[in-house]
């Protein structure tokens, strides 16, 4: 009993010291309404995977970029499918990506993983082309390819990890690069390629959405 009163001597002073009386009469006289000591369980809303700002890796359509860079840091992200143009693609991209602007991946099937891996999609603003993309993979079998909520916006943003394309030695091209072909057209270089039988380049044409890609050897361009 005197353990008692000593005990609420001490909360009466450490009330008062901080101003606390108010809040401790209110707290005190609180009483739930009748029938608030009982819940209804069924009313309680159900927690989705992938509900909310981040979409988790069970998301059907999209995956959330703490989820991505988790899985980038850990060395394991699948494919990483950057579809921003070249000129965006040089200023910075998530490491391990692969650049095939607009819809190309359409054309170059042999460039995917297996259908059971994950593929994520990325475009500048998670609004340009990544959705309608992964869910075209999606139909055509990769079952697991996703778009980047947010893109390449989101990413930076959050300071996440960024890669930069190295130049290519001996090229007299580089990414990047506007180049005019002797036929009149022109386009933005994609890629650049040196070997044996010299410099060939990957030039995005900007002739419609699907933004055609070319081979292209030095010999094409205009001087």
Excluded: C, Y
Excluded at 39 to 60: E, L
Excluded at 170 to 181: E, F, P, S, Y
């Amino acid at each position: 009993m005197i353990r008692d009163r000593v005990k609420a001597i001490v909360k009466r002073a450490a009330l008062k010291a901080f101003g606390m009386e108010f809040d401790a009469e209110a707290r005190q006289s609180f009483r739930p309404p009748a029938g608030a000591e009982t819940f209804d369980a069924t009313k309680i809303p159900r927690i989705v995977d992938g509900s909310g700002d981040t979409p988790g890796p069970n998301h059907k359509e999209l995956i959330g970029r703490t989820w991505l860079a988790a899985q980038v840091v850990g060395g394991v992200p699948g494919m990483l499918l950057d579809i921003r143009p070249p000129e965006e693609w040089i200023v910075g991209h998530l490491p391990g990506a692969v650049l095939l602007p607009g819809t190309q991946i359409k054309t170059r099937l042999e460039l995917l993983p297996a259908k059971t891996e994950r593929i994520t999609v990325i475009d500048a603003t998670g609004a340009l082309g990544s959705e309608p993309l992964a869910a075209w993979l999606r139909e055509q079998g990769w079952t697991m390819a996703r778009a980047l909520v947010g893109g390449w916006a989101e990413w930076i943003e959050h300071s996440e990890p960024i890669a930069r394309p190295a130049p290519v030695p001996g090229a007299r091209h580089q990414l990047g690069d506007t180049v005019a072909l002797k036929d009149g057209r022109q386009g933005v270089v994609q890629g650049v390629r040196v070997g044996p039988q010299g410099e060939r380049l990957d030039v995005l044409l900007n002739l419609n959405e699907d933004r055609v890609a070319l081979d292209v050897p030095l010999s094409e361009l205009k001087a």
